[in-house]
């Protein structure tokens, strides 16, 4: 079954401890992005990637890190979270970056930062 | 002005009316439009896409287009109580790199 899986759904964590949250795809596509969603904001995207090795900051990187070693992988870093992290995420990927690709959505990982 | 705007809602409309959902957005050089349903504590998933002025028809669902006012409109015809969810309009930019979302318009289907 073709889908984007993001571990883990629910996270509550103190202030300044490391977290990873993974998302994979085994859709083979190109294109990989991170989202949060907060209410009345929408999804507002934080980090993309185009390809291996190429990642680039959206409208809210602050705070956040990402990597792209494989195609399949692309996990979300939060060095030092803060109480403001506090969000639903959601990774998304696409066939391409072009502009008529649908994007597809993981499950959305619900964190907390106390 | 926000790059995507939608107006929030929530709207309440009656089983089997006609639900019109609103989206405007700012960046003239978009060429796509997407609109994707959330169901509460859910992910988006993707019901219409547009590319060209005029209306696109799928099912009950119409996606209008008007690129001279930035205007994309989501028609739910015969509306059903499972219709309610969130509706979020998303434009690519130009070139394609980055979407943006709006915040989304609630819709209630009143059985």
Redesign the interface.
Known sequence: EAQVTQNPRYLITVTGKKLTVTCSQNMNHEYM?W?RQDP??????IY?S?NVEVT?K??VPEGYKVSRKEKRNFPLILESPSPNQTSLY?CASSLS???????F????TRLTVV | QKEVEQNSGPLSVPEGAIASLNCTYSDRGSQSFFWYRQYSGKSPELIMSIYSNGDKEDGRFTAQLNKASQYVSLLIRDSQPSDSATYLCAVPNTGGFKTIFGAGTRLFVKA
């Open positions: 992005s989202y009345g904001l929408g999804l507002r995207q993309y185009m680039d959206g409208d959601f970056q072009g502009i008529r690709t649908e994007a959505f993981g499950q959305g």
